[in-house]
């Protein structure tokens, strides 16, 4: 394998600075969804622990350095999940945390960036806005800017994901990750390749976020004008050149689904596993569900990556919604 | 503590024959649960594993000592998930599993039997009645019939729940337990009182299945007529005497909650942990519900012991349901 910015023994010594809460996520098959895909689906969940996603893997080691070191403040640009993550490892190390948001990211993901006693600020526009913030601020106050991708922390600690799932294998033969900026595919994309070849990386964008995409398969970073998904943890405009460096070594190949099948990849979650998860969690089986030939028979895993999601827009992608309380509601009905 | 039909060092053996994807499942706090109930909230989540629930726990002991002594064949009556747990064990094992169900338990868990390869019995009645026909099938084919809290295995399966909780008691002081037949209370209780004195250990059961909790604060069985309850995971009519006179031991306390409390248990397990849960499970949050007082600024962990539910009853319950498709709809609306 080509040179990466990432190192195994780095990886696996960077556990050590990681709370357990985010380690050694469940890994296992979900039969259900399997039979209704044709194919094996096995999800590694990232979503049960405080943060409720992945994110905290990379924060933790972050924030424990710059703890280490005598530091008191950071700050980062987030679409949401990198903030709240960001939040909860630098409350728990003393750290003044600072997050530049989009006004427009899920309000959920920004309360609970709030909730954790993290300084919010908002920006008119996206992520890639927010970034351009961060950097300015940053540079203002003289403290550490994390920068998801760019910081090569954040694919460390999406990296010990990719250690987990190299360390069994026995269920699949093929990794659907999600595609943002390229932190967590690089990330789990260089670990199991380094210690499980055969395991086949793909990668997954929505078509209304596909800046990464096109730079990998063009090889070199194309940037987009506008994004246009529901899967916000994913949306940027502007790729990273190391993070996409990284990623045409270890990817096997990189696809994109549409925003209909990422709503049905939710609702299959829901159904089979009971799982409300947030857009860009669903793009593994989005990819499942476009190219059903490509992947029958196989055995499938996927990251489940994230579930900060406003309920709201998630009943009304999912088609579910609040019914509707009855004036004299009585008790909640009860089985035969 | 006086002695119980469990014991320590044969548990802590037991986990060498339960499949690992079973084991050591996530305890975590959920910040949003927690700040929403006045209390520190963590889940011990039994729901992200191939079956849906702990019940795997005791019958992969149980499956793998069939097969070791060459045995063919085995049969148990289920609510639903002992069954699917029965099923999944056995299958690996090369037993041929029979589960005898009620006709009216939820639809999702007996596919999951079927599919799952067992032989499936439908009885008229309930629980109660399931139980008698296994028992009847076993004296006429001559196998093992797996008993719920009388077979001392699913006792110890549910006991290594109490393990992993009782190594990591940093985050809570009282731990909230379903309580049906008793297995899952008794084994996490006995574990937990065995290795952490200190941690009180709290039993919830619906107020329409009350018999196991009349029957501990009069110290010997008392049955019931019938249950109403949606909460099918423990409505038994007709106490084990072992299994209570193991859970007078290990309890502190045993109460009773609403329906009501139920659903709202299960929508904020919803809405603050994207987790859609049976009632069952939701238990531990229904007895925080209730009293707010007692529960104040303590810290609490429960176990979330299974999420296997019929979806249409689900959304019936919790206040969503499935929005009318519009006759013609397009792709799904895109955030700002």
């Known amino acids: 394998m080509r040179k990466t910015r990432l190192d195994l023994a780095r990886i696996q010594a960077a556990r050590q600075a990681i709370d357990p809460l985010f380690l050694d996520s469940p890994l296992y098959p979900c039969t259900g969804l399997g039979e209704d895909l044709g194919c094996s689906v096995s999800l590694k969940l990232e979503t049960v622990n405080p943060v409720r996603s992945f994110k905290a893997r990379g924060t933790e080691i972050i924030a424990s350095r710059l703890a280490a070191s005598g530091r008191k403040a950071v700050v980062c640009a987030s679409a949401g999940n990198l903030g709240q993550a960001l939040a909860w490892s630098g409350r728990n190390r003393g750290l003044d945390v600072t997050v530049v948001a989009s006004r427009s990211a899920p309000a959920v993901k920004l309360e609970r960036i709030r909730a954790l006693g993290a300084e919010l600020v908002l920006v008119d526009g996206d992520y890639d806005v927010a970034c351009e913030r961060a950097a300015a601020i940053a540079r203002e106050r003289g403290v550490r800017r994390v920068e998801d991708s760019v910081d090569v922390e954040t694919c460390d600690g999406a990296a010990t994901i990719g250690l987990e799932l190299a360390a069994d294998t026995s269920r ?42 096109r730079s990998w398969h063009a090889r070199r970073v194309i940037t987009t004008e506008s994004t246009d998904t529901i899967a916000d943890g994913v949306a940027g405009r502007v790729p990273n050149p190391d993070a996409l460096a990284d990623l045409l070594v270890v990817a096997d190949d990189a696809v994109l689904v549409e925003e209909s099948s990422i709503v049905e990849g939710m609702r299959l979650l829901l159904d089979h596993a009971g799982l409300v998860v947030e857009p860009s969690a669903a793009l593994g089986i989005a990819a499942l569900l476009e190219d059903r030939d490509r992947f029958a028979g196989r055995r499938v895993a996927t990251v489940v990556c994230g579930s900060n999601v406003d309920m709201d827009a998630y009943h009304r992608w999912v088609g579910t919604r609040p019914a509707p309380v009855p004036a004299a509601a009585g008790g909640p009905e009860r089985a035969g």
């Open 172 to 213: 699949f033969d093929t990794v659907l990750v999600a595609l943002g900026t390229g932190a967590l595919a690089g990330g789990v994309g260089f670990a199991v390749k380094s210690l499980a070849t055969q395991v086949e990386v793909v990668c997954v964008q929505p078509q209304g976020a596909p800046a990464m995409t």
